[in-house]
């Protein structure tokens, strides 16, 4: 499948692939959209600000409950800027939805003929917050919250007015329109998320072992040494034995089959540390720990693959281990690790070599420790 077809069929997935996902796009549409649900709250307040400023010079306001509505906003925009978590943010939002509308309500009770401005203003509102909302239902519970704040003690007015199916209709065409608006934002917003989590998944996950790619192997190797400042971490480059023979006699196929086998074998022997296919044949792990620990999973893993049978071939792995060291460069520490990588394949493969910063190497095999 072409990289084009296979952005169009992942715009097209309707669904999450698990509940975990679901959730994390909820969290993650309601940071992305955190800047511009503030932008367009501060747009309502200002709005009913200058609405405000505006009015008649001899109309009369409800004060204290215009003080609340205040409150309520400028609270409410607090907790939506300050939110990152998916719940506090729809609540922060459905607040200021909620005293925007009272605000805008005592703008209109202070008017001569509050009916009048009841329709505008509640479709206004009800469009207007449309994208910021990133859930249906929380958009829909604050379109009619909306209404019956704005249209409070106007609507018996509106209901025996002569044209009230009308008003009924130009209502329910409002919240429709808004809850349209609202979805298609949503599933745009949904859209963007699948294809973003597929190109991280492409970006950062080898397409063929589903481990960590080489570039994502780095950007790990560059926090765990934020992380070890004070701790010790080692860097151990593994790379299967004779590999080109088997390509050579089984073909790419089995050749693949192994190296499925050998990145699982070492995924579960090194969870829940980092590991990664660094290129053909060569994979690495980052163990953040002791020297002797770092050697045991060395250890490990060579015997968890050695166990290993890919269509009649027995497969095993050398291993150069390295510490990542205050002050020595990754690309200082690889050269250490490939250095331990030849040794332990020139003195017989199956091995591991553990290479010191004072390039003295130690060679731990199987059966014991020898220096």
Avoid at 12 to 41: G, I, M, P, Y
Avoid at 53 to 66: I, R, Y
Avoid at 205 to 210: G, M, P, V, W
Avoid at 254 to 267: C, F, K, N, P, T
Wanted: aromatic share 8%; net charge positive.
């Amino acid at each position: 499948m072409s990289y084009a077809r296979r952005i169009g069929s992942l715009e097209k997935r309707s669904s999450f692939r698990d509940s975990a996902e679901r959730r994390l796009f909820w969290t993650s549409a309601a940071q992305n959209t955190r800047h511009l649900a503030v932008s367009v709250q501060i747009f309502g307040f200002v709005a009913w600000l200058i609405s405000r400023a505006s009015a008649n010079p001899h109309a009369t306001f409800n004060e204290p409950v215009t003080l609340i509505a205040i409150g309520g906003m400028l609270t409410a925009m607090g907790l939506t800027y300050a939110s990152r978590g998916s719940v506090m943010d729809a609540v922060g939002r459905f607040a200021c939805a909620v005293f925007t509308a009272l605000a805008f309500h005592t703008n209109v009770t202070g008017t001569q003929t509050p009916a009048f401005w009841v329709l505008p203003m509640g479709v206004a509102i009800n469009v207007g917050m449309a994208p910021v909302f990133t859930g249906y239902y929380n958009y829909l519970a604050s379109a009619l919250a909306v209404w019956l704040i704005i249209s409070y003690g106007e609507a018996s007015v509106l209901i025996r007015a002569q044209d009230a199916n009308w008003i009924l209709l130009f209502v329910l065409s409002g919240v429709a329109l808004g809850l349209l608006l609202n979805l298609l934002f949503v599933q745009e917003r949904k859209k963007t998320f699948v294809v973003q989590q597929e190109l991280a998944r492409l970006a950062f996950r080898d397409a063929l072992t589903e481990i960590h790619t080489r570039r994502s192997f780095m950007l790990s190797i560059d926090e765990c040494r934020v992380r070890s400042v004070s701790g010790e971490s080692y860097l151990l480059l593994i790379d299967v034995d004779d590999f080109k023979k088997i390509n050579d006699t089984s073909g790419h196929e089995v050749g693949d089959q192994v190296l499925v086998a050998v990145a699982h074998a070492i995924e579960r022997c090194a969870s829940p540390h980092v590991c990664g296919r660094l290129g053909g044949e060569e994979f690495g792990v980052i163990f953040e720990g002791g020297q002797q620990d770092a050697c045991a999973l060395a250890r490990q893993i060579r015997s968890s693959v050695a166990t290993l049978r890919t269509s009649g071939h027995a497969v095993t792995v050398s291993i150069g281990i390295s510490r990542l060291a205050e002050g020595i460069s990754v690309q200082a520490t690889f050269r250490l690790a490939d250095r331990g990588l030849y040794d332990a394949k020139r003195q017989g493969k199956n091995r591991s070599v553990l290479v010191d910063h004072e390039d003295s190497a130690i060679d731990f095999r199987s059966r014991g420790l020898t220096i």
